[in-house]
Every structure is written in C-alpha cells, then in structure tokens.
C-alpha cells in the first residue's frame, strides 16, 4: 500500500492564480483531512470529508475548496492565491471508526509570491 | 487561550538524558489524546497514544490528567535518532469525532 500520497511535492504560485492539490489514499479510509502548516506553528485543518459526498470545513477554510466524489481522492482547491496561503499542505485519512491515528501524506509545500 | 499549548522548547540534551514534555488542553470535553512526531520537513506520525491509566512504549511513557486537563510524554535514554519535533494532540469531543487539534510541537534536539 502507499498509504496517502499527495501531489505536487512542490510549487510557486503567482497573487491571484488558482492550483489544485491532489490527494490519494489507498487504506479505504472514509476520513479524509486537509491541514496547513505554517512555520513553527502546529497543524491547522481546513476542511475534512467523512464520506464521499461529505465535506465540513475547519478552523480555517477561507480561500479554500474541498470536493470528495469518491472513497479515495480529497483534492484542495486554492482559488485566487494569496501570499497568506504560502504553507505546507498536509493531507491525511483515518479509518471510520479511529483509535485517532491520523495517516499523513509527505506534504507539498506551496509558495504564493 | 490556545486549544493545545506545549512547551516550544527547544530542548537540546545530551544522549542518555532523560527527557519530559508537558501539555495542557482547553477542552474538558476532549475524548482523545495522542503523541506526534514529526521529522524536519517531514508528516507527522503517531508515536504512541495516551490512556488515562498511563502508558509506556519501550523508552517512552505518557501521562494524561483530565482532571488538571495536562499530558505528558517522557523520554528514557535519549538517542540521537530521537532529535524531531514531539506534537501533543487532542481530539474535540462531541460530534467533532476524529478531527484533531495540534500542538505547535516542542523540538527536541540530542547531541553526542
């Protein structure tokens, strides 16, 4: 299995551009997250899935878009970049019923210049 | 008053040390609790789980006390390969079942 993968693993927007992050977990988890990261902060979410077709946001969904059309993929839409959203982006997944472990994906880190 | 606070450190300690971290969490009604780690420029990952009886992995136990709403984690015998950043997490209770609320993280450094 590989686990959550993400993709890309690095990139550079320009203010006012508009990117997808993908996300793909293969361990058929129904919980699926989106976290940011900024430098020594801890994780934030964004938005999370408990199903497909379920999406709730976070503490800070703003500039954000989630769809979950199947069991597998959770893609985080950034519309209109702002340099505000320069972070480390984390996927992950948990089972349905979780001990509370939380599977990351390697992260993609995003610059908005 | 944040949700999770830890102590940033950063701790920096001799190989052999032993080590503590401390957390304090905001919500009484915080149903789980757990440990990170994450290496630099890396996801975190599950270092153990934390159970009201305590609980002990190899050269690490944790501590929970709901009652003073605080978490501890220690470390034996530091190692080198144990030089990361620890996240102290809590899950929200009610019907925020599985989202969880992070620590800012305390980075522990070990030198020969």
């Known amino acids: 299995n590989a686990g959550v993968t993400q993709t890309p693993k690095f990139r550079i927007l320009k203010i006012g551009q508009s990117m997808t992050l993908q996300c793909t977990q293969d361990?058929?988890?129904?919980?699926m997250y989106w976290y940011r990261q900024d430098p020594g902060m801890g994780l934030k979410l964004i938005y999370y899935s408990v199903g497909a077709g379920i999406t709730d946001k976070g503490e800070v969904p703003n500039g954000y878009n989630v769809s979950r059309s199947t069991t597998e993929d959770f893609p985080l839409r950034l519309e209109l970049a702002a340099p505000s959203q320069t972070s480390v982006y984390f996927c992950a997944s948990s089972a349905v019923r979780p001990r509370g472990e939380q599977f990351f994906g390697p992260g993609t880190r995003l610059t908005v210049l | 008053r944040k949700e999770v606070e830890q102590d940033p450190g950063p701790f920096n300690v001799p190989e052999g040390a032993t080590v503590a971290f401390n957390c304090t969490y905001s919500n009484s009604a915080s149903q789980s609790f757990f440990w990170y780690r994450q290496d630099c420029r890396k996801e975190p990952k599950l270092l153990m789980s934390?159970?009201?009886s305590g609980n002990e992995d190899g050269r690490f136990t944790a501590q929970l006390n709901r009652a003073s709403q605080y978490i501890s984690l220690l470390i034996r015998d530091s190692k080198l390969s144990d030089s990361a950043t620890y996240l102290c997490v809590v899950t929200a209770g009610g019907t925020s079942y599985g989202k969880l609320t992070f620590g800012q993280g305390t980075i522990l450094t070990v030198h020969p």
């Open positions: 934390v159970y009201s």
């Open positions: 361990m058929n988890h129904n919980y």
